[in-house]
C-alpha cells in the first residue's frame, strides 16, 4: 500500500495538509464543503495542483460559506470560468454550487452535513459511493472516498506507524468506531 505520509513528508505543500488534516474528524459544515469541492476539482489533476489553488478556491467560493455558495447564480458561475487561480471546469463549478444546496438541505433533514455522515456511518466504500451518487454532484468512487478518507469515516492512507495516526486515532475518527473487523474485507 502507498501511504500518503511517505509523499507527505519533508513536502511543501503535502506535509501541512497530511499533518494537520488529512483524515482528521471533521463536522464543520464549511471545511467539509471545502473538502467535497477540493476532491471534485481534483478529478483527473493531481492533489497538488489542487493543494497549491486552495487559498484561490476558498477566495473563489466565499470560504465555502456554503449558504452563499448555495446562492450563487449565473453572474457567479460566469465569475467562476472566468478565474484563472482556480480550475475552471463547467461541470465542476456546478457541482460545487449544487452541492452547497444539497449540504443547506441536510440542516433540515438531518440537522446539518456531518449530522447526515453520522447517520449513514458506517458504510463500505461501495455503500458511501451509491448514496453519495444519489445525493450529490460528481461524486464517483474516487472522489467520494477521498472525500470520506480526509473527514475521517473511511480508513486512510497513514500508515499505523505515522506520528499522526496516533494522533487522529486519539481523536476517534468515525472509522474507528465501526465494529471489529467492520473492513476487514
Known sequence: M???????????W??????????????????????????INQAGLSWLTVLK???????AFAGFTVDR????????????????????NRLKVD???ANAGVIRAMRDSH??????????HPLRKAEWVKLFKRTFRFTGGEITGEFLMSAGYLPGTHSPDCPVYGVIAARNPPWMQAQEGFWDD
Open 2 to 12: 502507498d501511504w500518503y505520509c511517505d509523499i507527505a513528508k519533508g513536502h511543501p
Open 111 to 120: 440537522g446539518g452535513f456531518g449530522a447526515w455522515l453520522d447517520a449513514h
Open 53 to 59: 489553488k486552495r487559498e484561490a478556491f476558498s477566495r
Open 69 to 88: 455558495v448555495a446562492e450563487f447564480g449565473e453572474a457567479d458561475r460566469a465569475r467562476l470560468l472566468a478565474d484563472a487561480g482556480i480550475i475552471r
Open 14 to 39: 503535502h506535509e501541512p495538509y497530511h499533518d494537520n488534516e488529512y483524515g482528521f474528524p471533521v463536522d464543520d459544515e464549511s471545511i467539509l464543503l471545502e473538502r467535497l469541492a477540493l476532491e
Open 95 to 97: 457541482a460545487v454550487i
